[in-house]
């Protein structure tokens, strides 16, 4: 099985790696890091490198795509390589991927199409203007499109998608390995559970938080 995870520059560091950890134990599969040209890529704090092996020609037909966001997402969301790439190898692929704003992505390729999905809480209004059916869930899965709500969801969304495909012993057997067993000093991860005034802070901020501008 080959599981490529998509590169851009912009794209939060834990979107990608996130996914990647729990994908790189699953037996005999292959994670390959693709973008539009070989090379470094700037994640969005601009601090830290990730490289991309191949192009996107170099991988014609993957069976697991990841998508992930980040204020890089923005780049992407008219018609272009990426999508043209994401629509052809969607014909053969076992299951199309996103994390955090990369569903917004994939919606904006046409793939996501009445079809329901998450995104970063702060995007998911933006899923129907692209046709979405948004859906406030940490992680979504219609069909063989499996979307992720924001960065560390992302964890989440490959752990089902590994259990779906490989069983739940082996998910469970990837999950301890990486010793995945979140226990944060605040309960402060939705919008739900977060104090109030975190949440307008960052409701305010928004634009700096997707955009990075």
């Not at 993957?62 to 204020?71: A, F, L, R």
Request: glycine letters at 12%; proline letters at 8%; aromatic letters at 6%.
């Amino acid at each position: 099985m080959q599981v490529a995870v998509v590169l851009f520059p912009g794209l939060t560091a834990l979107d990608a790696v996130g996914p990647y950890e729990v994908f790189s134990r699953m037996p005999g599969t292959e994670v390959v890091f693709v973008g539009e040209r070989t090379g470094p890529v700037r994640t969005d704090t601009g601090h830290l490198g990730l490289t991309a092996d191949a192009t996107l020609a170099d991988v014609p037909g993957p069976d697991v795509v990841v998508v992930p966001g980040g204020p890089g997402q923005i780049a992407l969301m008219g018609d272009g390589p990426v999508h043209e790439w994401l629509r052809r190898v969607d014909a053969t692929t076992t299951w199309t991927t996103s994390v955090c704003t990369g569903s917004l992505v994939l919606a904006a390729a046409g793939l996501l199409r009445g079809r329901r999905a998450t995104s970063h809480w702060l995007a998911t209004d933006q899923l129907p203007g692209l046709g979405a059916v948004p859906a406030a869930e940490r992680v979504v899965v219609d069909g063989k499109y499996v979307t992720a709500a924001g960065v560390s969801a992302g964890i989440d969304m490959a752990l089902t998608v590994l259990g779906r495909e490989a069983g739940d012993w082996a998910a469970q057997a990837v999950q301890l390995g990486i010793e995945y067993d979140p226990q944060p000093p605040y309960g402060a991860g939705s919008p739900r559970t977060a104090p109030a005034d975190v949440v307008q802070f960052l409701r305010d901020n928004s634009r700096f938080v997707l955009s990075g501008e």
